[in-house]
């Protein structure tokens, strides 16, 4: 019992809660009235929010855009490509290389109906293991703890073992704050999490330095981040750093990985019809809203605005037909000597 008291303790505060308190379906079709649904994430989590701050500057703009929330990127994928009419999905940036790499036929022509709207922020992929564990290779045979069935992490987890040839004795699929609890109970042998850092749930975890006795004593000293330097990830992800900035408990940098999420939709030019091309303009709209009021969102909107870059290009994803051309940027030419020689540049081109 006394065990099991310290597990709760432990999975309350990793989740920030005071232990001491613990005792669209629509049919409508008309550009002039557009409504298009957005499926995101968790309703405490950023996609939500980043829905819902698109959504209220779409509303000036005369777009109804109606954010859902949802389990994760691959129940995203599922409902994008569904009858349901969501236009618009939040994923992470490996969920392509993961389908791709599926034996289910279905999954990989699922992914060539996918195209990147705009990219948004990073998101660190956190692997917290044992200090036993000092690389990636030593994960196998190891009790692994993935995250919940269909989450981002779990994506992530399943992609770098399968680029890797990693081969885990166990993937466990459950909640990220009791796998954490498992892992300081040394029940598992490592919890790969991917989230914005700093990671509320890891940043918890600075508290448990506070505690010199009883049974949860020291159990930080026997975990760490494990480092991920693998090059062949890079092919699909981008290095980040984990730092003592981010956490206290950090001594020295990590290095590791990041994902990238992205603002997705379905290729509607895979079609033709006044419905398929009614949804391309609604595109093109959309990512005139994110194009327009992007200085705006970056001041009003969730912190993360801050980190994005809406023409940044991401791995192997192909930009959206219909709204690719908005974030073109066209340089401004104010000297007329340069416009002049450019337009001699272009004749002669011509001849």
């Not at 939040?90 to 599926?102: A, E, K, M, W």
């Not at 049974?215 to 480092?227: E, I």
């Not at 994902?259 to 990512?287: Q, R, S």
Request: net charge positive; charged share 25%.
């Amino acid at each position: 019992m006394k065990k099991l008291l310290n597990i709760i303790a432990i999975a309350l505060l990793l989740c920030g809660i005071s232990v001491s308190s613990y005792a669209g379906n629509n049919k409508k079709t008309e550009i002039d009235n557009i409504e298009i649904g957005m499926v995101t994430g968790s309703k405490a989590g950023t996609y939500i929010t980043f829905g819902h701050d698109i959504a209220k500057e779409a509303g000036k703009s005369g777009i109804k855009l109606n954010v859902y929330e949802s389990g994760g990127s691959i129940e995203n994928i599922n409902r994008i490509t569904s009858k349901e009419r969501v236009g618009l999905a939040i994923v992470q940036s490996d969920v392509l290389g993961f389908l791709n790499r599926s034996n289910n036929q279905n999954s990989i022509e699922t992914a060539k109906k996918l195209r990147l709207v705009a990219p948004f922020y990073n998101e660190e992929v956190h692997i917290l293991a044992r200090k036993t564990i000092t690389s990636l290779d030593e994960l196998n045979g190891k009790k692994i703890v993935v995250g919940s069935e269909g989450s981002g992490s779990m994506i992530t987890a399943v992609n770098i073992f399968s680029m890797l040839n990693i081969v885990p004795s166990k993937m466990y699929k459950i909640a990220p704050a009791s796998g954490v609890v498992a892992v300081l109970n040394n029940d598992v042998d490592a919890i790969v999490f991917v989230g914005g850092k700093p990671v509320k749930m890891f940043k918890n975890m600075e508290e448990l330095s506070k505690i010199t006795e009883g049974a949860n004593a020291g159990k930080l000293d026997g975990v760490h981040f494990l480092p991920i330097t693998d090059e062949r990830l890079l092919k699909e992800y981008k290095p980040a750093t984990i730092t003592h900035d981010d956490y206290k408990f950090v001594m020295e940098n990590v290095p590791t990985i990041a994902v990238t999420a992205l603002l997705v939709t379905y290729d509607y030019t895979l079609k033709t019809g006044d419905y398929y091309e009614n949804h391309c303009k609604n595109m093109e709209k959309l990512a005139g809203v994110l194009k327009n009021n992007f200085k705006k969102l970056q001041k009003n909107g969730h912190k993360k605005w801050q980190e994005v870059d809406l023409t940044a290009e991401i791995g192997n994803w192909k930009r959206d037909a219909c709204s690719q051309d908005v974030f073109i940027n066209i340089p401004e030419v104010n000297d007329p000597k340069a416009l002049e020689k450019d337009l001699i540049g272009v004749i002669k081109s011509k001849n």
